[in-house]
């Protein structure tokens, strides 16, 4: 259990590392919360949605930290569950932005 929740909060950071990297080549290129309401949207949505995945990435580093101090009893399973259940929710969001971001083209 132990290697797959630190699996998964590796590959969330790496997915946020991916995103500070995506802001800051934006806004280097002129592109900022302000410049259009496409950026606007781009810069909530996708913000919006990294503050939500450093949420889950920490509550998988809380549930590794509580299994290695024993505070984690199979009794207790339901905990992993419900973080599981956040993050496959903050998941299927990612798909949802992700979509409308970059796969729906526009027009101009």
Known sequence: ????LL????L???FIGGQVYEFT???EEGLSLSTSPFSSAFFV???FHGAHVSVGILMLLALVGMSFAGRLSQAESN???????YWH?????W??????????????
């Open 89 to 93: 929710f903050v998941d299927i969001v």
């Open 1 to 4: 259990m132990r290697a797959w």
């Open 25 to 27: 080549t934006f806004y």
């Open 95 to 108: 798909i949802v932005i992700f979509t409308v971001i970059y796969l729906v083209p526009t027009e101009g």
């Open 45 to 47: 949505l996708t913000g």
């Open 12 to 14: 969330g950071m790496t």
């Open 7 to 10: 699996a998964t909060a590796f």
């Open 79 to 85: 905990k992993v569950e419900l973080i599981g259940l």
